[in-house]
């Protein structure tokens, strides 16, 4: 098991409990929920405060984050030759199917979306960039993991936290194998309401310049639009944008 420093398991758990407030936490309601003595949880704040991840409003006292997360992380994506290659070709497929499309990069077990476009449709999907979800029960995650080898595919799935996070989520690693061939044969991954109830999904991995699936897109809508007919007519396009993107990453068919 690997040793945890305290103060940075501390330090690192307000920054994630801030993150769901906008309004801000006083500290009191900090220390509350974070079950910590109040010196101890203002004592990290103030550390935050002066290395600018955290904020206080002078008027309520609450505490916030600031973007210096966000700052951070940008720098890692605006580094990614994919984020600018793939925007072009992910506006077109959101133009022609009328639904929110995604780009995802893996990262360890999980996918974390990096972009998203989302249509001019009524009903929208609630993802949101820098989210991060589960490669096992996501359409890009399984698109990625079927071009992976098996011992990685076994690697990932025990690595995980397998959840049955609705009645359709695959949960048996045998399942799993037999659903990533028949990916790997129609050449696009289908999540059927395995991560979200009312639901479907289809995603295509994107490769690099070495063959590895580094990346993938997707088309994401609820089950009343995304029909069986619309998702094989969305497929061919999925596919295809998935190769046009691969290439301007140097991947060589």
């Known amino acids: 098991m690997q040793d945890v420093v305290q103060s940075v398991d501390r330090t690192l ?87 929110v499309v995604h780009l995802v990069i893996r990262e360890n077990t ?50 995980s936290d397998i959840q049955q996070y609705t009645a359709f989520t695959i949960t048996n690693l045998e399942d799993m194998k037999t659903e990533l061939n028949l990916i790997k044969q129609k050449g696009f991954a289908m999540d059927e309401q395995e991560n979200e109830l009312e639901v479907r999904c289809i995603g295509a991995p994107i490769f690099d310049y070495t063959g590895k699936p580094c990346a993938a897109i997707s088309i994401s809508g609820p089950i ?4 069986d007919g619309k998702i094989e007519r969305f497929s061919k396009w999925l596919i295809h944008y998935a190769a046009e993107i691969s290439k301007k990453l140097g991947y060589k068919i």
């Open 13 to 99: 758990s307000i920054l994630e409990v801030l993150s769901d407030y906008e309004d801000g936490l006083g500290l009191a309601e900090l220390s509350m929920k974070l079950d910590l003595h109040k010196s101890t949880v203002h004592r990290l704040l103030s550390t935050l405060i002066i290395k600018g991840y955290v904020e206080q409003d002078a008027i309520t006292n609450k505490y916030k984050i600031t973007l210096k997360l966000f700052e951070l992380g940008s720098k890692r994506i605006a580094n990614m030759d994919i984020l600018e290659i793939a925007k072009p070709y992910l506006k077109e497929l959101m133009e022609k199917t009328n639904e």
């Open 110 to 159: 999980d996918i974390i979306y990096i972009d998203k476009v989302e249509s001019e449709t009524t009903i929208r999907m609630h993802s949101r960039i820098g989210r991060r979800s589960p490669m096992y029960c996501t359409a890009v995650g399984k698109a990625m993991m079927a071009w992976l080898h098996e011992k990685e595919v076994e690697d990932i799935w025990n690595k």
């Open 224 to 227: 009343t639009r995304m029909t």
